[in-house]
């Protein structure tokens, strides 16, 4: 899965108390920190996260484009930001009602070669449910792609990612689970097989199936197992002149 490290980003931590309040400190400079605390700098500077807030962060290191320089992807999320966002303004049962999802998880993309983090790229989702990442080789062996998953209340999608030119690129997108209607549940399972169009592999969509048990509340945070369950539904391959999955008509 790639994870090299998890943070719990807590409340803003002590300090000594013989310091002089009056006392500024130099900034140090983004090419002497280490990679966790420039990616700290920069989430916290770019999302303007105060001091006080409680979020989560994770980085997952790899190599995602091909100049042999390891990277990161860093997932965040505001859990806390939500709740308080909803209390201030009076909105507690409107969120509730809708799974608290607005925009509140991001990833950012943390290029090895520049020692340089992206512009923070928010997923649209539920805010009590991180984002989750997978990371592949699914456009060559070379390098790696990834994908993340996210939740919008009973429903989980799954969207598919290259870097592109320096910059995190959606080739796919589809869901992984949808389960508002108890009458109409649908799950999907993916394989990806050799490209039939271009180098880049084949997404294979089938019917699945969960085998993990369902929580009580579909729209709390579970992890969740699938596997297949019935004959191939859909083959996506890639087309490298548009740089989007595309799938032929059925007859």
Known sequence: MGLILIYAVLLAACKGGNQNSDEVKPKIPDEQLSLEELVIRKVESQLQI??????TLSIHKGQFDSDDIEDALVLVNRKQFALDEAVRKNRVKNQENIGYTGNFNFFFYYDGAKNDISRPITITSSASVPLK???????TESYKDFTIDYRIMESCYRNFYTISNGVPKLVFQWGVFDYEKSDSSKVTYFEYATGSYS???DIL??????ITPLPKNLNNDFDYKI??????QYLFFYNPNQGKYYTKKRD
């Open 133 to 139: 990442i997978n990371i592949e080789n699914i456009q």
């Open 205 to 210: 969509v089938y019917p699945g199936k969960m």
């Open 50 to 55: 105060p001091a006080t807030e409680k979020y």
């Open 199 to 201: 180098l880049a592999k």
């Open 227 to 232: 596997e297949k369950d019935g004959d191939l």
